[in-house]
């Protein structure tokens, strides 16, 4: 990097809200505001009535330098749906991705630990006599064209700044959603359908506004019961103009994700959204956790011997380890007998996320809400106590 960055878009202020209530905004804000956008694309059905489907946002754009105030004179404006939980207001964040180089797709056959972990996932599953109708989006990187998959794939393309582009060919630049999907057409039954969307992956181009379009479009479109994040983020750096030192830039999660998250749990398939914790140093997602949402899972890597990895990050924050669950993402590299997901030995919480979202699954014999429960239900499988925690749920229902 040879020029000046930041962390965020210069002079955008975003908010997320309903409709009606960012028309109302009105005039005299420090910069011009933007139309109001629905969050969510045309098409979708019209009998699906997500919340999503309600919320639409505006940009404010500003003078550079002057976006914290502008972000503080808009969220006055808001003030009374931010308190209840209707709106939010942040800047644009950008959100530098950890992966840097593309993943080769040659091979995406499991490791022997992996498979017998996705065999054990795959088991609970058929013996927990799930409703037929389930669906797993995944928001990724993308899916290769030659991607031959055990079951029915839908493809949606968000790489437009999070909007959906129709009738675009699968395409994955950076292998690395073709293998999170290669995990879960590995492990789930063919009867669970999996819908991909395809996040933008070049340097600087996904944003905070850009995933939460593309996580409530695929959300309020294909009504999915869990949707797989595996977006893991790295804290970025800059070079200053002036002293040509390099600067820290940590990476700041924005507030807008929450707000579509925590609707997303509320939506007519109560989805559940599954993150890859991140890595050791760099941002953990666990930061995402608001007290609010209750439908947001982490996933961090765990080695053969079931213990997290070095490179796994750890859950922060009050509820991080309440709404945090461990899955084989392979062991860390320094093991002289190590096993990756894959056997060409890649590794990461970006591929423990996929057996998490797979057992998630096993929460749809119960009631929601589907937050620490979820949690609590792939704990119970792990130890062969679903079963009885299933009987227990249904006495207590009829009681």
């Known amino acids: 990097m040879g020029a000046a960055m930041c962390n965020f878009m210069p002079g955008q202020v975003i908010a997320i809200g309903p409709k009606q209530i960012l028309a109302e905004i009105g005039g005299g804000l420090p910069g011009q505001l933007g139309p109001v956008i629905p969050l969510v694309g045309e098409g979708v059905d019209s009998n699906n009535d997500s919340e999503l489907r309600r919320l639409a946002y505006v940009v404010l754009k500003t003078d550079p330098g002057m976006e914290l105030y502008a972000m503080s004179r808009l969220s006055a404006r808001l003030s009374g749906s931010i308190e209840k939980n209707e709106a939010a207001v942040d800047l644009n964040h950008i959100l530098p991705l950890a992966m840097s180089e593309p993943f080769p797709i040659s091979t995406l056959r499991l490791s022997p630990h992996a498979e017998r972990e996705a065999s ?4 609970l599953l058929r013996s927990a006599h799930l409703p037929k109708s389930l669906r797993i989006a995944v928001l990724d990187s993308g899916l290769a064209s030659d991607f031959s998959a055990h079951r029915e794939l839908r493809y949606f393309d968000y790489t437009t700044g999070g909007r959906l582009t129709r009738d675009v060919e699968p395409f994955d630049p950076m292998g690395h959603g073709t293998r999170v999907v290669s995990i879960l057409d590995q ?31 695929i959300i309020a479109r294909e009504t999915p019961d869990v949707v797989n994040l595996s977006v893991c983020l790295r804290n970025d750096w800059f070079v200053c103009p002036h002293c040509k030192q390099r600067v820290p830039a940590p990476t700041f999660l924005s507030g807008l994700l929450p707000l579509v998250v925590r609707l997303g749990g509320k939506s007519i398939s109560n989805t559940l959204t599954v993150m890859a914790a991140g890595n050791t140093g760099q941002a953990p997602n666990s930061r995402w ?38 899955a084989f993402g392979g062991d860390d590299p320094s093991d002289h007998e190590a096993q990756g997901v894959f056997i060409d030995g890649v590794h990461g919480t970006s591929f423990a996320a996929p057996f998490i979202s797979a057992a998630s699954l ?4 119960f009631p929601p809400p589907i937050g620490p429960f979820t949690r609590e239900v792939i704990e119970a499988a792990r130890q062969g106590r679903f079963l009885r925690l299933r009987i227990e749920e249904v006495e207590e229902d009829e009681q």
Not at 303 to 318: F, K, Q
Not at 362 to 365: A, D, H, S, W
């Open 120 to 123: 054990a996932v795959r088991r």
């Open 187 to 217: 492990i789930l039954p063919p009867e669970v359908s999996i819908s991909i969307g395809r996040l933008p992956s070049a340097p600087g181009s996904l944003t905070a506004l850009t995933v939460a379009q593309a996580l409530a479009d």
């Open 289 to 326: 956790l608001t007290d609010d949402v209750n439908s947001l899972l982490f996933a961090f890597a765990e080695n053969r011997r079931g213990e997290r990895t070095l490179y796994s990050s750890a859950p922060e924050g009050p509820r991080g380890d309440l709404c945090s669950v461990g």
């Open 362 to 365: 096993l929460t749809k014999r």
